[in-house]
């Protein structure tokens, strides 16, 4: 809890846009996308990946980056990595709430 000094500092802050808020990746797992789908966290993508790339059996766990790599070495289209990336990522809508944290910087 901050005390009247830094609380009254803080607020200062705020109103000069002087302080940047930074949040994990999992802040976007209630926002939704184009497919109508909640955002994926990491592992959840990688599994994505497994079943676009067209991997045989159930997902056995590689990482991310690992199977990212295998999409940009594979040999697919851009403007078939693009729409993937964009309809699994690009926001459609997002919890009110979200706007507690975006508002204030956007004030000016």
């Known amino acids: 809890m901050f005390d009247k000094?830094?609380?009254?500092?803080?607020?200062?802050?705020?109103?000069r846009?002087?302080?940047v808020l930074f949040v994990g990746a999992g802040f976007s797992?209630?926002?939704?996308?184009?497919t109508n789908q909640k955002l994926p966290t990491g592992r959840a993508f990688a599994?994505?990946?497994?079943?676009?790339?067209g991997m045989p059996g159930a997902y056995d766990g590689t990482t991310l980056q690992?199977?990212?790599?295998?999409?940009?070495?594979?040999g697919i289209k851009h403007s078939e990595i693009k729409e993937?990336?964009?309809s699994?990522?690009?926001?459609?809508?997002?919890?009110?709430?979200?706007?507690?944290?975006?508002?204030?910087?956007?004030?000016?």
């Open 47 to 53: 599994e994505k990946l497994w079943i676009f790339l």
């Open 66 to 74: 690992t199977m990212y790599e295998l999409l940009i070495n594979k």
């Open 88 to 108: 699994t990522f690009f926001t459609k809508s997002y919890p009110d709430y979200y706007n507690i944290f975006s508002l204030p910087y956007w004030y000016k």
């Open 17 to 19: 846009n002087e302080v």
């Open 5 to 15: 000094t830094q609380s009254e500092f803080l607020l200062r802050r705020l109103q």
């Open 84 to 86: 993937l990336l964009e």
């Open 29 to 34: 797992l209630e926002a939704i996308n184009r």
